[in-house]
T-cell receptor, first 113, second 113 residues
Framework: DQQVKQNSPSLSVQEGRISILNCDYTNSMFDYFLWYKKYPAEGPTFLISISSIKDKNEDGRFTVFLNKSAKHLSLHIVPSQPGDSAVYFCAATATNSGYALNFGKGTSLLVTP | DVKVTQSSRYLVKRTGEKVFLECVQDMDHENMFWYRQDPGLGLRLIYFSYDVKMKEKGDIPEGYSVSREKKERFSLILESASTNQTSMYLC????????????FGSGTRLTVV
């Protein structure tokens, strides 16, 4: 049973515009959320995270928003660049569970020039 | 530069062979994980370990076993490889000290013929 859902398998955005990647979760015990970025033939790399005590976290061009009541988070990339083209995985965990992450299926982002 | 090292980037094995995938981390992380990544299915947890000689089943443990004799090393074993175990295998480690985010290895692309 998928506890973290990324309902858009792919997304295409023009360079310079905003990319918005969405993620929903079902487990109300989740209190820590992360985004990972993965290029082909490489392992995922950590991008940004947010704790449930916050509703927004920003790091340069990347911002993650958390809506706990809707069990929804989103990753905004502004402005998008061709090098951002990758698969993005949303992950969530309950910090009292030992930090095993539950991953979504990923969204493949393509940023076109 | 801290890292998680997976012993092979690419492997080709025959059906029925016993396969060992090795993972070593140099960060003194207590938690280690094995995932497989398949198109459309995202990252699925096979096994994880919170301590030496300790192991827990993930979501898809069937056909796999693991070994953690030393803190830095976590091995995934395919007892009798089958073609449906052809996949990208990703090892990760994490620590409660650093907030629980994963550091991933580069992955092993295993093909079973």
């Amino acid at each position: 049973d998928q506890q973290v859902k990324q309902n858009s398998p792919s997304l295409s955005v023009q360079e310079g515009r905003i990319s918005i990647l969405n993620c929903d979760y079902t487990n109300s015990m989740f209190d820590y959320f992360l985004w990972y970025k993965k290029y082909p033939a490489e392992g995922p790399t950590f991008l940004i995270s947010i704790s449930s005590i916050k509703d927004k976290n920003e790091d340069g061009r990347f911002t993650v928003f958390l809506n706990k009541s809707a069990k929804h988070l989103s990753l905004h990339i502004v402005p998008s660049q061709p090098g951002d083209s990758a698969v993005y995985f949303c992950a969530a965990t309950a910090t009292n569970s030992g930090y095993a992450l539950n991953f979504g299926k990923g969204t493949s982002l393509l940023v076109t020039p | 530069d801290v890292k998680v090292t997976q012993s092979s980037r690419y492997l080709v094995k025959r059906t029925g062979e016993k396969v060992f995938l090795e993972c070593v981390q140099d960060m003194d992380h207590e938690n280690m994980f094995w995932y497989r990544q398949d198109p459309g299915l995202g990252l699925r947890l096979i096994y994880f370990s919170y301590d030496v000689k300790m192991k827990e089943k993930g979501d898809i443990p069937e056909g796999y076993s693991v070994s953690r004799e030393k803190k830095e090393r976590f091995s995934l074993i395919l007892e009798s490889a089958s073609t449906n175990q052809t996949s990208m295998y990703l090892c990760a480690s994490s620590s409660r000290r650093t907030g629980g985010g994963y550091t991933f290895g580069s992955g092993t692309r295993l093909t079973v013929v």
